[in-house]
């Protein structure tokens, strides 16, 4: 669409997982993202979708890239309180030192969250 949202982006926004395999399937770019730099993989994170994480990882998506205001998935999980996203996305390999635009870390996001 307009703002470059892709079905793949959708369906992991969603928490879609059968959705998200069939696309992945069926050649759907898992690097996608749309023009604010969202990934699937951050949409499934700031979603609290932890099973398209797997499966978006495992078609080549990448877990440490930052959007446009420097939030990585990571950084999205901690925010929302998605314990279990943020344990997931550390097992496969996310850094927890990358910051975001204004250098905060997901503990910072975490923390001033509340969590």
């Known amino acids: 669409d307009a703002e470059g949202t892709t079905p793949l982006l959708m ?25 604010r730099g969202f ?42 309180n998605h314990i279990a996203l943020v344990r997931e996305l550390l097992r496969l390999g996310a850094n927890p030192h990358v910051p975001d635009a204004r250098g905060w870390i997901a503990l910072h996001h975490a923390a001033s969250a509340g969590n």
């Open 11 to 35: 369906a992991a926004r969603n928490g879609h997982s059968a959705c998200v395999a069939l696309l992945l399937r069926w050649g759907a770019n898992p690097l996608a993202i749309d023009n």
């Open 39 to 80: 990934s699937a993989v951050h949409l499934a994170a700031g979603g609290g979708h932890l099973s398209p994480i797997a499966q978006l990882h495992e078609c080549g998506a990448r877990i440490n890239v930052p959007n446009v205001d420097g939030a990585t998935p990571l950084i999205l999980a901690a925010r929302y």
